[in-house]
């Protein structure tokens, strides 16, 4: 079973950016569909961007313009890159992977935007 593992998070200032990145091992990553997921404390897990394995890609309206997500399989990595940050993407951001079904979660990588 795959196993996502997010890294690159971190404190940024409002109309920062940074880059998350989703790493999964085995050699079907590139039939995987990957989405990026947030969550704040009292709140549900919140869709925010996912890629399919032909590189369709979709977007929560809360981050249409401002994220982007994309792929490489070389790497078995998916990232997403996001700019112009706000306070309200604070948030854990997980990756979750899979072929059908619901998938496998990562451990989240914590995103903080707070001058």
């Known amino acids: 079973q795959v196993q996502p593992v997010e890294s690159g998070g971190g404190l940024v200032q409002p109309g920062g950016s940074l880059r998350l990145s989703c790493a999964a091992s085995?050699?079907?990553?590139?039939?995987?569909?990957i989405s990026w997921y947030r969550q704040v404390p009292g709140k549900q897990r919140e869709l925010v961007a996912t890629i399919t394995s032909g590189g369709s890609t979709s977007y929560a309206d809360s981050v249409k313009g401002r994220f982007t997500i994309s792929r490489d399989n070389t790497k078995n990595t998916v990232y997403l890159q996001m700019n112009s940050l706000k306070p309200e993407d604070t948030a854990v951001y997980y990756c979750n992977a899979g072929i059908s079904g619901s998938g496998s979660w990562g451990q989240g990588t914590q995103v903080t935007v707070s001058s």
């Open positions: 085995g050699s079907a990553f590139r039939l995987y569909r």
